[in-house]
T-cell receptor, first 112, second 112 residues
Framework: GQNIDQPTEMTATEGAIVQINCTYQ??????LFWYQQHAGEAPTFLSY????GLEEKGRFSSFLSRSKGYSYLLLKELQMKDSASYLC?????????????FGTGTRLTVIP | DGGITQSPKYLFRKEGQNVTLSCEQN?????MYWYRQDPGQGLRLIYY???????QKGDIAEGYSVSREKKESFPLTVTSAQKNPTAFYLC???????????FGPGTRLLVL
């Protein structure tokens, strides 16, 4: 089966940096995605990692270590609009499969 | 504007009634997906379709049915056999079955 863990809630200050961790146990790992979801809205794609290392995209970066079953999403220069849930999703299964298994999400609150 | 549309945004039904949720995309994507989201749980895959006229069960297909007669459309029927249908339903699509999934705005279904 798939097991994906991320913290339920986090709070950070506007302008600061926050790191949201995700650990996973899965068979047939084939990539890890991060999505942002504002309350009552659809998830929007943030990043994708399939190889070890850091992927940077503006204020957002995502890191993957396949040997440790670990990823994190790093948000810099936090803004109030970054208050949202952040979903970690692991793609696993036979080569070519695109079935995503989601964690429960981390609700981030940015305070002034 | 290209995108994924789901209608309606909110849907109320009486217990025992079947209801069909609409999902349309004009992105020319081959693959489409249906998920449900419940409080405190990650998104769970109901059904997916890699290509028109083909679809496969996901992790929680019982009580649901789908069709994929047109590339642009992937409607989901929630039948009376679904024990706990109240949830937020999200449709997604991807260029093909290996690529990143993008989500529609969702339909919140409330069964009374």
């Amino acid at each position: 089966g798939q097991n994906i863990d991320q913290p339920t809630e986090m709070t950070a200050t506007e302008g600061a940096i926050v790191q949201i961790n995700c650990t996973y146990q899965t068979s047939g790992f084939n990539g890890l995605f991060w999505y942002q979801q504002h309350a009552g809205e659809a998830p929007t794609f943030l990043s994708y990692n399939v190889l070890d290392g850091l992927e940077e995209k503006g204020r957002f970066s995502s890191f993957l270590s396949r040997s440790k079953g670990y990823s994190y999403l790093l948000l810099k220069e936090l803004q109030m609009k970054d208050s949202a849930s952040y979903l970690c999703a692991v793609r696993s299964g036979p080569t070519g499969a695109n079935n995503l298994f989601f964690g429960t999400g981390t609700r981030l609150t940015v305070i002034p | 504007d290209g995108g994924i549309t789901q209608s309606p945004k909110y849907l109320f039904r009486k217990e025992g009634q079947n209801v069909t949720l609409s999902c349309e995309q004009n992105l020319n994507h081959d693959a489409m997906y249906w998920y449900r989201q419940d409080p405190g749980q990650g998104l769970r895959l109901i059904y997916y379709s890699q290509i028109v006229n083909d679809f496969q069960k996901g992790d929680i297909a019982e009580g649901y049915s789908v069709s994929r007669e047109k590339k642009e459309s992937f409607p989901l029927t929630v039948t009376s056999a679904q024990k706990n249908p109240t949830a937020f339903y999200l449709c997604a699509s991807s260029i093909n079955y290996q690529e990143t999934q993008y989500f529609g705005p969702g339909t919140r279904l409330l069964v009374l």
